[in-house]
């Protein structure tokens, strides 16, 4: 209400959860004494009032998760005591003032998720008299620093970051800033506990010092343009023999999504002390130039040292080798394709054995090899396994794991059936809302469609470049998968051939049957070639089987071919022979035999084209 403004001694204001609409009073800058302001978690709109710059003693300003739009006003750089500024998630547009930026006794500084533009600039004083409750650069005080989700540009470090010693949390992502990391942070920032600097253009290498940070659980440098090898680099080397010998305790780090190369940082796990929780390391350029490809150009496999993290409940490891910095790039009829390098080996089976890894992702590594069996003591409930050359069936302990949410075993050459997917319990009958659900396309599967799968609600994509086998019938096809509708089962298509052909045969075979044994009339006609003579489509007929020529009956002159009954009647008996007797006890037979003992549909269907055409 406007009276507010009428409170000229109120030093405390508490708007915040209560659901409100409109928008600040402009006569709120009259409360000369406010020192603690909430206004957030309501549905505030229009822009802040510049007055309350006036309010030079106030040490709180929380306005977060409202919908205020416009600039931040300059004038807000008069409060020369505010310790937290707090207006995270608006719709806030235009550059950040410098004096705002540089408060001196600023602790909590959250400008997140906002549209604002511009550099994050600082008004440095370089004076010889500064001092640290008086200088306007950032401030020495600072302990939370978010700028994160805004259209940010500039360099970073930011001016004088190394001062801010007490500086536990410095969240810059999702914005354009470019630069490198400076060396003084592993140095200076004693207290840092998180590092967020993912989705910018971040570049360099990581700095030595970054191996010195004694707090640090959470180091986040994905989606950067960041670059050189990890050897050393986050874990120290206080011997001096080239070999680590200890870990800065870090329970995240995400380091996907840049240019980093050379070998797999393994030290991070094998000196881990029980605390790291979540590596993700996927679209790098990792080669191992000591393997015994050298410097070719392969991947390599992946170490058991990864299982010695005891406590890691998620991997990310995909694409290892796939970074943009050293994928090889073509450019066709407008589309790009892209190719990296295959690494070698397989996945260790120490990581399907873990009791603590919840979620292991592994794709697109191009890894060879068979699937190890999933330990019962396994805590894994997402595995995604896609873009390999994994072979060999699928274990019968991943596909009657219970857990799984979500499994995607795509885009690899696994062959077999999938009869014990689908049980009680499984992920077939435990989708969830979040749930990704059961990927198997583009293997070489085959066999019967388990019944549990055609009305699951779980997401399904596993006909797409597979064979099953489901006759005639489409409706058990699974209904949730994306190709059902084009979906053609098995040797369909040639099975439908083959049927006809074996159905004109059996139509020969009866003709047959009947000049054998027919010696007279047959429905009112003196011979069988009177009844043939007299129909046009048994004449097309026999003229395609025995290429035209003249055939005289009792009833004249015929364009037929000139054969004599013996002639058909041999003919036929022959055809009948090589279907009774070669066509279809092969089909029958090889069938059921190739079913069991060839499961990829390569091996399967390759004699039924062979006796197709035959």
Same mark, same amino acid.
């Given at each position: 209400?406007? !009276?507010?403004?009428?409170?000229?001694?109120?030093?405390?204001?508490?708007?915040?959860?209560?659901?409100?609409?409109?928008?600040?009073?402009?006569?709120?800058?009259?409360?000369?004494?406010?020192?603690?302001?909430?206004?957030?978690?309501?549905?505030?709109?229009?822009? +802040?009032?510049?007055? *309350?710059?006036?309010?030079?003693?106030?040490?709180?300003?929380?306005?977060?998760?409202?919908?205020?739009?416009?600039?931040?006003?300059?004038? !807000?750089?008069?409060?020369?005591?505010? !310790?937290?500024?707090?207006?995270?998630?608006? #719709?806030?547009?235009?550059?950040?003032?410098?004096? *705002?930026?540089?408060?001196?006794?600023?602790?909590?500084?959250? &400008?997140?998720?906002?549209?604002?533009?511009?550099?994050?600039?600082?008004?440095?004083?370089?004076?010889?008299?500064?001092?640290?409750?008086?200088?306007?650069? %950032?401030?020495?005080?600072?302990?939370?620093? !978010?700028?994160?989700?805004?259209?940010?540009?500039?360099?970073?470090?930011?001016?004088?970051?190394?001062?801010?010693?007490? +500086?536990? @949390?410095?969240?810059?992502?999702?914005?354009?800033?470019?630069?490198?990391?400076?060396?003084?942070?592993?140095?200076?920032?004693?207290?840092?506990?998180?590092?967020? =600097?993912?989705?910018?253009? /971040?570049?360099?290498? =990581?700095?030595?010092?970054?191996?010195?940070?004694?707090?640090?659980?959470?180091?986040?440098?994905?989606?950067?343009?960041?670059?050189?090898?990890?050897?050393?680099?986050?874990?120290?080397?206080?011997?001096?023999?080239?070999?680590?010998?200890?870990?800065?305790?870090? #329970?995240?780090?995400?380091?996907?999504?840049?240019?980093?190369?050379?070998?797999?940082?393994?030290?991070?796990?094998?000196?881990?002390?029980?605390?790291?929780?979540?590596?993700?390391?996927?679209?790098?350029?990792? @080669?191992?130039?000591?393997?015994?490809?050298?410097?070719?150009?392969?991947?390599?496999?992946?170490?058991?040292?990864?299982? $010695?993290?005891?406590?890691?409940?998620?991997?990310?490891?995909?694409?290892?080798?796939?970074?943009?910095?050293?994928?090889?790039? *073509?450019?066709?009829?407008?589309?790009?394709?892209?190719?990296?390098?295959?690494?070698?080996?397989? /996945?260790?089976?120490?990581?399907?054995?873990?009791?603590?890894?919840?979620?292991?992702?592994?794709?697109?590594?191009? /890894?060879?090899?068979?699937?190890?069996?999933?330990?019962?003591?396994?805590?894994?409930?997402?595995?995604?396994?896609?873009?390999?050359?994994?072979?060999?069936?699928?274990?019968?302990?991943?596909?009657?794991?219970?857990? %799984?949410?979500?499994?995607?075993?795509?885009?690899?050459?696994?062959?077999?059936? @999938?009869?014990?997917?689908?049980?009680?319990?499984?992920?077939?009958?435990?989708?969830?809302?979040?749930?990704?659900?059961?990927?198997?396309?583009?293997?070489? +599967?085959?066999?019967?469609?388990?019944?549990?799968? &055609?009305?699951?609600?779980?997401?399904?994509?596993?006909?797409?470049?597979?064979?099953?086998?489901?006759?005639?019938?489409?409706?058990?096809?699974?209904?949730?998968?994306?190709?059902?509708?084009?979906?053609?089962?098995?040797?369909?298509?040639?099975?439908? %051939?083959?049927?006809?052909?074996?159905?004109?045969?059996?139509?020969?075979?009866?003709?047959?049957?009947?000049? =054998?044994?027919?010696?007279?009339?047959?429905?009112?006609?003196?011979?069988?070639? $009177?009844? @043939?003579?007299?129909?046009?489509? +048994?004449?097309?007929?026999?003229?395609? *089987?025995?290429?035209?020529?003249? %055939?005289?009956?009792?009833?004249?002159?015929?364009?037929?071919?000139?054969?004599?009954?013996?002639?058909?009647?041999?003919?036929?008996?022959?055809?009948?022979?090589?279907?009774?007797?070669?066509?279809?006890?092969?089909?029958?037979?090889?069938?059921?035999?190739?079913?069991?003992?060839?499961?990829?549909?390569?091996?399967?269907?390759?004699?039924?084209?062979?006796?197709?055409?035959?």
């Amino acid at each position: 209400p406007l !009276y507010i403004g009428t409170l000229t001694q109120l030093t405390y204001l508490d708007l915040g959860y209560n659901n409100m609409v409109g928008s600040l009073p402009t006569n709120l800058g009259e409360l000369t004494h406010l020192v603690i302001m909430y206004a957030d978690s309501n549905r505030y709109t229009g822009t +802040l009032p510049s007055s *309350l710059g006036q309010c030079t003693k106030l040490k709180l300003f929380q306005v977060a998760y409202n919908d205020y739009s416009g600039p931040l006003p300059s004038a !807000y750089g008069s409060w020369m005591e505010l !310790y937290v500024f707090n207006i995270n998630t608006n #719709i806030l547009t235009g550059s950040v003032p410098v004096m *705002l930026n540089s408060l001196p006794a600023m602790r909590l500084y959250d &400008i997140s998720d906002n549209l604002l533009t511009g550099s994050v600039d600082f008004d440095v004083d370089t004076s010889s008299t500064a001092s640290a409750s008086t200088s306007t650069e %950032f401030s020495g005080y600072m302990l939370y620093f !978010y700028v994160d989700s805004n259209h940010l540009t500039g360099v970073f470090p930011f001016p004088a970051l190394c001062n801010s010693h007490n +500086l536990t @949390i410095l969240n810059i992502r999702n914005n354009m800033l470019s630069g490198t990391l400076p060396s003084c942070m592993g140095t200076s920032l004693t207290q840092l506990l998180v590092l967020n =600097i993912n989705s910018n253009r /971040i570049s360099g290498s =990581i700095p030595d010092t970054f191996s010195q940070f004694p707090a640090m659980h959470t180091l986040i440098l994905s989606s950067n343009l960041m670059a050189g090898t990890l050897h050393n680099k986050l874990t120290s080397n206080s011997g001096g023999s080239g070999t680590p010998s200890s870990a800065t305790p870090y #329970i995240t780090i995400d380091i996907s999504d840049n240019g980093f190369s050379g070998s797999f940082p393994y030290e991070l796990f094998t000196l881990d002390t029980g605390s790291l929780v979540t590596f993700v390391g996927s679209k790098n350029c990792f @080669i191992d130039t000591n393997s015994r490809y050298g410097d070719s150009g392969y991947g390599y496999a992946l170490s058991d040292s990864l299982c $010695d993290a005891t406590s890691l409940e998620t991997l990310a490891l995909s694409g290892l080798t796939a970074g943009l910095q050293c994928t090889n790039t *073509l450019s066709l009829f407008g589309l790009e394709i892209y190719s990296a390098s295959a690494m070698s080996g397989s /996945i260790p089976s120490c990581l399907l054995a873990m009791t603590s890894l919840m979620q292991l992702f592994v794709s697109g590594n191009g /890894i060879r090899g068979s699937l190890a069996d999933l330990s019962s003591d396994s805590a894994l409930v997402n595995l995604s396994l896609s873009h390999n050359r994994l072979t060999s069936t699928i274990p019968l302990s991943v596909q009657t794991c219970t857990r %799984f949410e979500s499994l995607d075993l795509s885009y690899n050459r696994f062959k077999g059936t @999938i009869d014990h997917m689908g049980g009680g319990g499984s992920i077939i009958n435990n989708a969830s809302t979040n749930a990704t659900g059961l990927m198997l396309n583009s293997n070489h +599967l085959t066999g019967v469609i388990p019944h549990s799968f &055609i009305d699951t609600p779980a997401v399904l994509n596993i006909l797409n470049g597979n064979m099953y086998s489901c006759g005639l019938f489409s409706h058990i096809l699974p209904s949730t998968d994306p190709h059902r509708d084009d979906y053609i089962c098995g040797s369909y298509e040639l099975d439908i %051939f083959v049927y006809t052909w074996m159905w004109l045969l059996g139509c020969c075979v009866c003709i047959g049957v009947v000049c =054998i044994v027919n010696k007279g009339s047959v429905l009112g006609y003196s011979t069988l070639w $009177d009844k @043939i003579a007299s129909n046009k489509l +048994l004449k097309l007929s026999v003229q395609y *089987l025995f290429w035209k020529s003249n %055939f005289t009956t009792g009833h004249g002159q015929v364009n037929f071919m000139a054969v004599s009954l013996a002639q058909y009647r041999k003919s036929c008996v022959y055809l009948l022979s090589v279907v009774l007797l070669w066509f279809l006890p092969q089909y029958t037979v090889l069938k059921r035999i190739y079913n069991r003992m060839y499961t990829s549909h390569t091996y399967q269907y390759g004699w039924l084209g062979s006796l197709g055409f035959m």
